[in-house]
């Protein structure tokens, strides 16, 4: 198990394509958000952060009794560059941690040995960074050097991909993870999750 890194939780969007909070979908009962905080903490993160912003509160008492910490973002509504900007800052000066494995609420295929398998692959990879690789891209969940991703500019939806980028192919390590391509950003994701099970039925 890995020690120096800290899991990043994406968690502040509204869900609006959805037209409901994606974080508080179910999955066998649990809060996809919850799930996510859970699988993460199965890393043995030294820090597991989980960024909110539209409905923060309610969406932080489901994160009661995990072990970690809520970030609150104000500007959430700038889009997921703007959200992961927040967690940089918020662990950048944390000399205990070297690297960061990021990941969303909204993959419901994921499961803590990809999660594994990714801090595994960054060990292996000349960069020291990883993405999750499906449906022809690299992306999240995905292990990012503290080093790397320090001058990246991060803003609006601009996420981890001017990173990702920015690093020499060879160099980046890459799991396979085709069920991850389903992310539930619209009702017809949702409908596509429920039917492989990996979203309970309303």
Same mark, same amino acid.
């Given at each position: 198990m890995s020690s120096d890194h800290a899991a990043? /939780?994406?968690?502040?969007g509204a869900g609006s394509r959805l037209g409901r909070s994606k974080q508080l979908l179910m999955r066998d009962g649990e809060p996809l958000l919850r799930r996510a905080a859970r699988? $993460?903490?199965?890393?043995?993160?030294?820090?597991? /952060?989980?960024?909110? &912003? $539209?409905?923060?509160?309610?969406?932080?008492?489901?994160?009661? &009794?995990?072990?970690?910490? /809520?970030?609150?973002h104000a500007d959430w509504s700038a889009g997921m560059g703007s959200s992961l900007a927040a967690l940089r800052r918020h662990v950048q000066d944390?000399?205990?941690?070297?690297?960061?494995?990021?990941? &969303?609420?909204?993959?419901?295929?994921l499961e803590a040995p990809h999660l594994r398998a990714l801090l595994d692959e960054a060990d292996r990879a000349a960069s020291g960074c990883a993405t999750s690789g499906y449906a022809g891209v690299r992306g999240i969940p995905a292990v990012v050097t503290h080093t790397a991703w320090a001058d990246v500019a991060l803003q609006g939806?601009? &996420?981890?991909?001017?990173?990702?980028?920015?690093?020499?192919v060879q160099t980046l390590g890459c799991v396979s993870a085709p069920a991850l391509a389903l992310d539930v950003d619209t009702p017809a994701d949702? $409908?596509?999750?429920?039917?492989r099970g990996? /979203?309970?039925q309303d």
């Open positions: 990043l /939780v994406l968690a502040a699988i $993460a903490l199965q890393t043995a993160p030294r820090r597991c /952060v989980v960024v909110l &912003g $539209a409905d923060a509160d309610r969406l932080a008492a489901v994160l009661q &009794g995990l072990d970690v910490e /809520v970030l609150r944390d000399a205990t941690l070297r690297r960061s494995l990021i990941l &969303g609420c909204d993959q419901p295929a939806d601009n &996420g981890l991909r001017a990173l990702f980028a920015s690093l020499d949702l $409908a596509a999750a429920q039917q990996w /979203v309970d």
